[in-house]
């Protein structure tokens, strides 16, 4: 069992998020900060007790596939912040990977975990429950008022024109998996079952019919792109690092290049059944898609009959400052599949896929399952924390403070030279910081980790920030601080060396 001995987030802030003691003004801002030079979190000369039982247990029995410090044991989390088992805090900006959305231990959140799980947490797919039928429809609802999956923001199924662009599918419907791997694994086998169909539907011919061979399977992916580490989803995260030791993956898989215009052409042809793409890359360095090269995107996969998804796994769900990455922009540049996982239950393992009813149409019973995904609890925590995210008055606060991140970021090119490079990326809570020299992202993230600030590299030239979505102000420019103190000292290394 492990103590908590040291702070809990309650004691550290006060009424309005505020560190205690400290108060942030924008005239503070006008050169870089060096408050944080000296390291406040080494590690100490001799582990605790509890710190080297965890890391024998774990390295007797756990598979070594994650590099991780073994200087640092978590005990527990609270709010933007959590703790280590020799009682340094931190503050996370990392938030799991762009799961935390309402931070570590929330209240409600809690209070809905354990009134549902004293009700039913699992049933299995072979029975209704009112939590997935909820969850779905509260998808689907809020992309027809907010925007994305070809609706404009205020629309609803019925009062889309059936002539335009928008009536690819008067509806949507939603499958639930168990993690953001598995929603993209879904997406591609739904995708490759309604090209089949649209083969059939263009040649006249049964795609299962004896001695027919329908060519329309191929899957056109992006470089640097992440869709995860199954089979599947591992043959278009096109990072060889990932991919070569477990070659051959699926067969058929072609590679474009982002924001690629002209290689559009010969990538998406008529033996294309899908497309898949990041609005955001988030894994592969923050690298954002623009307006202009996903409407031609879309006008390729109409042309073709490819079905286009979008990967909004880290990008989804209000990180971007609305529901979808995409959901702002005009529907001639909308998917056809949307995946999503990380935030929608704060934590709690689930995913999903949101596909127009033209893809769905040919999904039947046996066709696709799962034994665990759109569970009664996940589904619960997932109208939570859905509710939540999507409040006014809780996107209006989170716009304001990624501005404030945004305005503290896009200085630090003009402050760091030598280090950084020349233009912030991405939008809203999801946002890297571009390096000229390859090491230097492992070497911020490391520094700011020995002054209590977590940090994520991205690709191999940027260091993501992702925290939570209710991140306040004051800590926003509590990690600014410590990444300028940082950036500071790598900028003077650079010049010396």
């Avoid at 990977?97 to 409600?108: M, Q, R, S, T, W």
């Avoid at 979008?310 to 540049?333: K, N, V």
Wanted: glycine share 10%; with cysteine; hydrophobic share 40%.
């Amino acid at each position: 069992m492990l103590i908590r001995s040291v702070p809990r987030r309650s004691q550290l802030l006060s009424s309005s998020g505020a560190i205690q003691g400290l108060r942030w003004t924008s005239s503070q801002h006008t050169s870089p900060s060096t408050a944080h030079s000296k390291p406040t979190h080494m590690s100490p000369a001799v582990k605790s007790p509890l710190q080297n039982q965890i890391n024998n247990q774990t390295q007797a029995n756990v598979l070594p596939v994650y590099a991780r410090p073994d200087d640092i044991v978590m005990s527990h989390g609270e709010g933007s912040y959590l703790f280590s088992v020799s009682g340094l805090r931190y503050l996370d900006f990392a938030a799991g990977i762009a799961v935390n959305a309402l931070g570590h231990a929330d209240k409600e959140f809690l209070e809905v975990l354990t009134t549902q799980a004293r009700e039913v947490i699992h049933t299995g797919n072979v029975y209704h429950h009112k939590h997935a039928a909820n969850l779905a429809e509260m998808l689907v609802t809020l992309t027809q008022k907010e925007g994305g999956l070809g609706w404009a923001p205020g629309a609803t199924a019925a009062s889309q024109n059936e002539d335009s662009v928008t009536s690819r599918g008067q509806g949507a419907k939603v499958f639930f998996s168990n993690s953001g791997t598995e929603a993209n694994e879904g997406a591609l086998k739904i995708a490759r079952m309604a090209g089949k169909h649209r083969w059939s539907a263009k040649t006249g011919q049964a795609w299962n019919a004896p001695g027919v061979l329908c060519d329309k399977y191929r899957i056109a992916c992006f470089e640097r792109g992440f869709h995860g580490r199954s089979m599947g989803a591992l043959s278009v995260t096109t990072n060889s690092k990932y991919q070569a030791p477990f070659m051959p993956l699926l067969p058929g898989v072609d590679v474009g290049r982002l924001n690629d215009e002209a290689g559009l052409e010969t990538l998406v042809t008529d033996a294309t059944c899908a497309v898949i793409v990041e609005p955001i890359q988030g894994e592969g360095g923050v690298n954002v898609s623009q307006l202009g090269w996903l409407r031609k995107l879309r006008q390729r996969c109409d042309e073709t009959g490819a079905v286009l998804i979008f990967d909004e796994i880290q990008c989804g769900l209000y990180r971007t400052g609305s529901l979808w990455a995409h959901g702002q922009y005009p529907p001639d540049c909308h998917p056809d599949m949307i995946t999503m996982a990380k935030p929608l239950a704060n934590g709690y393992p689930i995913g999903a896929v949101l596909m127009r009813d033209t893809v769905a149409q040919h999904m039947t019973a046996g066709t696709h399952g799962t034994t665990f995904g759109g569970s009664p609890l996940a589904c619960a925590l997932g109208i939570h924390v859905l509710s939540r995210l999507s409040h006014p008055k809780f996107t209006e606060e989170m716009r304001a403070t990624a501005a404030h991140l945004h305005q503290r970021l896009r200085v630090l090119p003009e402050w760091f030279p030598k280090v950084v490079g020349p233009e912030i990326r991405g939008r809203g809570l999801i946002l890297g910081i571009p390096f000229l020299e390859a090491g230097h992202p492992s070497r911020l993230v490391q520094m700011a980790r020995e002054r209590g600030v977590l940090l994520l590299t991205a690709g191999t030239d940027a260091v993501r920030l992702v925290p939570s979505l209710n991140v306040t102000r004051a800590q926003v420019d509590l990690a600014l601080d410590v990444i300028e103190s940082c950036l500071g000292l790598m900028e003077e290394e650079t010049v010396r060396s």
